[in-house]
């Protein structure tokens, strides 16, 4: 099972120079470019929350899949509620937003991720070549 982590530039930077195989390399300058563009983006263009994904705001976590595009947030695939589907990733990502919603609800009694009862809203399978994660601020970006 392949569990995604949040790798920093300095380090992708450098497997993608030493690493001996070229589908590593190519990843690893692929996923550098994206992070490189993502940041960018955040840096120039203030973020707003996503639409909540119930009309009532009853939704407190929601798991999308890019498709390994790059259309965010992507389709709804395992909404708050909603059995596992059988796809890791997103079974993963829905266990972590739980986990996440749960610890600023119940520990720090603080609703949702942004105080205003916001959900935690994940998307999967980002990009072809994509191997990190990223928040985009306004939610997790998982490749």
Known sequence: MDL???VPPYLLSRLAELHDDETAQRVGHATLAIDRTTRGRR?????SPLEHPSPHRQARWAIHSAADGTDLPGALVRPDGKAPIGESAADEAYAGAEAAWRLF??????PGVDGQGSPVIATVHYGSDYANAFWDGRQLVLG
Do not use: G
């Open 105 to 110: 609800a119940e520990i720090f009694e603080y």
């Open 43 to 47: 840096r120039e263009t203030p973020t």
């Open 4 to 6: 995604c982590r949040f």
